[in-house]
């Protein structure tokens, strides 16, 4: 097996658009580990959102300067090629994106402006700051929409979603770039990829807190969608160690990352309510609200290549998905009750 070139991480600097998202603070975790001084693009608004980083934001072991926020966003191409300027990162994550596929049905044209659009701000902010830097492009398994499983790095794009559209745009416009102008850039084509830190409107999410509160006696129904979709739901502590890996290779190139295996979300929620001990059948409730215009029916990944050049693998699979996430919504929900009760006796 070939693995990744592992250069020496200490004293590096990294930007990562979308640091308060899922994949965002698990990445800003693991660059920190490696001795990295991070920089993260926050968009500006009225309420703070930075509790997935606020733990080391906040860690006294965190030196600040090792963390630092700014705002910025990916519809603002100069304020990009601004930062780049400034902070001269070895390494670029772009993880900043509207990703949720049912939304982008909704908001189709700021979907194609921020997750599509946004991509080539910063290829170009790159390009125009004339900084030497790696960039890591998130791509989705989305993009791959209708063509039949397993899809590996070879398949045709086919995507049935805004969504979808918007990151096979972003794709193609990475490829441009590296082939153009000789640019290290990268696309990760990751799919479905969870955590405790999971939007909680997403399915898997969704699932997990309605778990908690239907065994605290606080819920009773869950309304979801289509429950035959397919998925390969992973680990996204796991994902962003991929990420990482691309980037230290001696060439760019793409990669799909996934597990390999394949469940339906009726799966996911057996897994789910067994950690609890209920049947989901009796709590789970259909609402055509949460089916999409045009369905992907099924997204099973191959991760070949990744395995052999990168010398990543999946460790955890969506059945000690569920339970972890469970787990965690259950000590949260546990954490907040607590909370409550204390705030009525004073």
């Not at 592992?6 to 603070?25: H, L, M, N, R, Y």
């Not at 910063?122 to 790696?134: M, W």
Request: charged share 25%; glycine share 8%.
């Amino acid at each position: 097996m070939e693995t990744t070139q592992t250069a020496p991480s200490a004293g590096k600097t990294a930007v990562i658009t979308g640091i308060t998202g899922q994949d965002g603070s698990y990445l800003a975790e693991l660059l920190l580990g490696k001795g990295y001084t991070v920089h993260g693009l926050i968009r500006r608004s009225s309420s703070f959102n930075t509790e997935r980083i606020d733990h080391i934001y906040q860690d006294p072991q965190t030196p600040g300067r090792r963390l630092v926020l700014h705002h910025a966003d990916l519809s603002d191409g100069v304020a990009l090629a601004n930062l780049l300027r400034e902070v001269r990162p070895d390494e670029v994550y772009n993880l900043g994106a509207q990703s949720h596929v049912r939304v982008s049905f909704d908001a189709p044209l700021y979907t194609g402006d921020i997750t599509g659009l946004g991509t080539l701000r910063l290829l170009e902010a790159i390009r125009a700051s004339g900084v030497e830097t790696r960039l890591y492009q998130a791509s989705s398994s989305e993009m791959f929409g209708s063509s039949p499983p397993p899809q590996h790095e070879g398949t045709p794009f086919r995507p049935r979603s805004p969504y979808g559209c918007a990151k096979a745009y972003a794709y193609w416009s990475t490829v441009n770039h590296r082939e153009a102008y000789g640019m290290f850039a990268v696309n990760g084509i990751l799919f479905n990829h969870e955590s405790p830190r999971r939007g909680e409107t997403f399915v898997t999410r969704k699932i997990s807190r309605a778990v908690a509160r239907i065994r605290a006696g606080l819920q009773d129904e869950l309304f979801l969608g289509n429950l035959d979709a397919v998925r390969d739901w992973g680990y996204a502590p796991e994902y962003v160690e991929a990420m990482w890996r691309m980037l230290q290779r001696d060439e760019p190139d793409d990669y799909v990352v996934a597990t390999g295996t394949s469940a339906t979300v009726r799966d996911f929620l057996e897994a789910a309510f067994g950690c609890a001990g209920l049947d989901w059948r009796r709590h789970v409730r259909f609402d055509a609200k949460y089916q999409r215009p045009s369905e992907v029916d099924a997204l099973i990944g191959d991760a070949s290549k990744a395995e052999d050049l990168l010398g990543w693998a999946p460790r955890v699979r969506y059945r000690a998905l569920a339970e972890i996430m469970v787990e965690a919504d259950t000590r949260q929900l546990a954490d907040e009750l607590s909370g409550a009760r204390v705030r009525v006796d004073r």
